[in-house]
Each structure stands twice: as structure tokens, then as C-alpha cells.
């Protein structure tokens, strides 16, 4: 009968090549684009400890919410709850007056801290500062759009 001739070097040839194909779609998809220059504008909430460190625009004073996370599951669960609540309100009504500062106490959880960066992102929320123990969350009216 009629044997078909192996070829060993085949399979090592296409993987080299599909390797490269995909290795230059990549490069040209990532570096096609050119560089982006993006122009950012900071702007810091009104708090005590920005103020005198940083010397450019600031937000206009306003009321901040204090909600402070400890401990408790419970209580956080409802101060949760409440926060998510008063979000919805300022971005209904569009509110630049107000804000929500959170503060984690030495006895709060990590998980806290995950369930409102969930909260911000779920929000679509764009302005928020974090420190080392507090999340200030707030709005700017239209003149501050970029």
C-alpha cells in the first residue's frame, strides 16, 4: 500500500508562524494608535488637611455626610444601605452642595472598604479622593465638566 511521507518539521513550522502572525497583530493593534496625550485636572474636595497642602482649585465648601465604619456588620450594612441612598438622591438632583465622608475606624473590616469602592463604581461615580482612613465623596455642577 501506499504510505503517506511524515513530515516531523510540519508542526514546529505552523506554531512558529501562527506565533508570529498573532505577535504582529498585537504589536500593530497596541502601537497603531500613535501617542495619547490626556490633560488632567485635579480638583480636591474641601477638606481641612487638603487645603493647606495643595494650593490649585478647590471645590466649594459644602456639607459632608460623615458615616463612619466600624466594627459591627449590622450597623455598616445600614449605613450602607443609607449612603447608597443618599448617593442616588445628589446625582438625581445633581447636587454640588453636599457630600459623603467616609471614615474607617481601627476597628472596621477590610471588607468595608471593598463594599464602598463597589458602591463608587456601581454609582459610575467620578469624583471620590481616597486618604489613608477616609473616602470623601462629591459633585461638581457643570462648570467643572471636563
Known amino acids: 500500500m501506499y504510505r503517506l511521507r511524515q513530515h516531523k518539521w510540519l508542526p514546529p513550522v ?6 508570529l502572525l498573532l505577535s504582529g497583530a ?3 493593534t497596541l502601537f497603531s494608535g500613535g501617542p495619547q496625550q490626556r ?7 474641601d477638606t481641612g488637611t487638603i487645603r493647606k497642602y495643595y494650593g490649585g482649585p478647590q471645590a466649594p465648601v459644602r456639607n459632608y455626610l460623615h458615616i463612619t465604619f466600624d466594627g459591627s456588620s ?3 450594612a445600614i449605613r450602607l444601605s443609607f449612603a447608597r441612598i443618599y448617593m442616588e438622591d445628589m446625582q438625581q438632583h445633581q447636587d454640588t452642595l453636599r457630600g459623603i465622608h467616609f471614615h474607617f475606624d481601627k ?3 477590610y471588607e468595608d472598604l471593598v463594599k464602598i469602592l463597589d458602591l463608587l463604581w456601581c454609582m459610575r ?5 481616597a486618604e489613608p482612613e477616609d473616602i470623601w465623596y462629591f459633585q461638581y455642577g457643570d462648570e467643572y465638566d471636563f
Open 14 to 19: 505552523t506554531a512558529v508562524v501562527v506565533i
Open 26 to 28: 498585537g504589536y500593530i
Open 39 to 45: 490633560n488632567v485636572v485635579l480638583i480636591l474636595p
Open 74 to 76: 449590622r450597623k455598616n
Open 107 to 109: 476597628t472596621a473590616h
Open 125 to 129: 461615580t467620578q469624583r471620590w479622593l
